[in-house]
């Protein structure tokens, strides 16, 4: 009898577990998810049809992933209008500013492995950024300006939360944006003959926006914080995440340099004209070379260089969704996951939204009006990518364009609608 009863434990703990590692891969099974009306669901390919025959944008590619399983995901209109090319579901996008998430899942892998803390300042690992000082008084004609003592030094947490006074490069603010430009620092979209570490340290020696940890401000945190990851690990950023991250997630179409085999799927750029016409991307545009993801670079922006597809970025949210593991790998410890996605901040950084340790988190006043619930975690990229994960509704999706500006900015939010509406 007891031999039969250990049997039966032994029987139901590996069942459990077989139950337990599915819900951690995402699977593209043929058997309908019980939860989707796929009659609604089908409403997005009218949706998205509808903007590509009007001319409102060239290509898109969405994946939805509920309950771990894939339950739509396609390519829409042209990855190269010119050439005809139709846009294929693993077509690759320069993802710009999703590099951020990924970048920020890396500080805290080195914080999980006790090599560093959250409250550490920046000047432990680069000297350079102790006692900064904050922008006082600017001087446009000339770029002089005066400064005042910063009344503490920036932190790690400071910088995966956006509040440590840095601006942004080219994307930034007026002011900032000239200083920086005096000072030969860039976006991190595009190529760059510099050296990461040097480009940081010059960064160390201007002026903060305002005063750490008083208000939220987009900037070069990520950039930096992928220069301290170099340091710490004694790799180079591009060698980390892939051993970290992509190599045991499996994430195959994720790089900074794009290999040549795989240049066939990278995606064209597109813009907009003086008439809202979507024209090609003019190299050279904003300092971006569009070919970017094809040139060698060594020069890793944590902020914006990486290039992914819709599936590889669903399988690193969904290793969030999953508590820091995936497929039986611990990328990052439950409790840091929690930390990640728990609000960080005292005000709301948009007037909706809080911010986590390196993604918006959807605050219960925003949610009040909008489709995903609050705890939903979400941020996007530069060329028009845009992801979010809904922890209430086990929902991953990612809508994947490549044109900036927008002036049909709209299908994101109806994308994320007709979502919603198909959910039983």
Known sequence: MLIKMRKQIAIAIFLFQVVVCSAQTIKTSSSPNSSVDYKRLSNIDTLINGYINRGWIKGVVTIVVKDGQVVQYKGYGYADAAAKKP??????????????????????????????????????????????????????????????????????????????????????????????????????????????????KRLGKLPLAF?????????????????????????????????????????????????????????SVYTEDSLHQIIPWPKGKMEVDADYPKIIKRYFSGGAGLSSTAYDYAVFLQMIMNGGTYNGKTILCKRTVEMMLHPQ????????????????????????????????????????????????????????????????????????????????
Not at 183 to 195: K, M, T, V, Y
């Open 87 to 200: 846009m294929q579901a693993n077509s690759i996008f320069r993802i710009a500013s999703q590099t951020k998430a990924i970048v920020s899942a890396g500080i805290l892998i080195l914080y999980d492995e006790g090599k560093l803390s959250l409250n550490d300042p920046v000047s432990k690992y680069i000297p350079v950024f102790a006692h900064q000082n904050v922008l006082d008084s600017f001087h446009a004609p000339d770029t002089t300006f005066t400064t005042v003592p910063a009344k503490r030094d920036i932190t790690i947490k400071d910088l995966l939360t956006h509040t440590s006074g840095i601006d942004y490069a080219v994307i930034g603010t007026d002011k900032m944006n000239a200083i920086y430009a005096k000072n030969d620092l860039h976006s991190g979209i595009g190529a760059f003959d510099q050296n990461l570490q040097d480009a940081m």
């Open 345 to 424: 901040l005292d005000f709301l950084f948009n007037g909706k939204d809080n911010f986590g340790l390196g993604f918006e988190i959807t605050s219960d006043k925003s949610s009040a009006d909008a489709s995903r619930n609050a705890g939903s975690f979400s941020w996007g990229g530069f060329f028009g990518t845009t992801y979010w994960a809904d922890p209430k509704e086990h929902l991953v999706c990612l809508i994947m364009t490549q044109q900036t500006p927008d002036s049909h900015y709209q299908l994101a939010q109806q994308f994320e609608q007709l979502v919603y509406a198909s959910l039983k």
């Open 211 to 267: 005063q750490p940890g008083t208000q939220w401000r987009y900037g070069l945190n990520t950039d930096l914080l992928g220069d301290i990851i170099e340091i710490v690990s004694g790799m180079s950023l591009e060698g980390f995440l892939h051993k970290k991250i992509f190599e045991p997630l499996q994430m195959i179409d994720t790089y900074f340099n794009l290999p040549a085999n795989k240049f066939d799927r990278l995606t």
